[in-house]
């Protein structure tokens, strides 16, 4: 399976941006399904936004529609999540996923994961 690792996770005030970063090991990246989730202690992992090979068709969850833009450069095997408009309720470990290959990209599909990066926002 395809190993991801996170990266620029931080520590921000309320309004301000974060960009989270997440390389794939191998080049099947291209044709996976990837998303991004959170969790924020005592609360479920929810699923935060996806993104389809194509690098198109795009889901955000309603917490974040119109703050967070989810992208994919496939050249680089990597997946970017820019979270502008921070707030204190974004605070969370956030987790990069992938679909394994030839599994409908679905949120709950997402079975290959990062190690977590935490972003945190001050009030």
């Known amino acids: 399976d395809v190993q991801l690792v996170e990266s620029g996770g931080g520590s921000v005030q309320n309004g301000g941006s974060l960009r989270l970063s997440c390389t794939a090991s191998?080049?099947?990246?291209?044709?996976?399904?990837m998303g991004w989730f959170r969790q924020a202690p005592g609360k479920e992992r929810e699923g935060v936004a996806v993104?389809?090979?194509?690098?198109?068709?795009?889901y955000y969850a309603d917490s974040v529609k119109g703050r967070f833009t989810i992208s994919r450069d496939n050249a680089k095997d990597t997946v970017y999540l820019q979270m502008n408009s921070l707030k204190p309720e974004d605070t969370a470990m956030y987790y990069c996923?992938?679909?394994?290959?030839?599994?409908?990209?679905?949120?709950?599909?997402?079975?290959?994961w990062g190690q977590g990066t935490q972003v945190t926002v001050s009030s």
């Open positions: 191998d080049d099947t990246f291209s044709r996976s399904c």
């Open positions: 996923a992938a679909v394994p290959l030839g599994t409908l990209c679905r949120w709950e599909n997402f079975s290959i």
């Open positions: 993104v389809y090979t194509d690098g198109v068709t795009i």
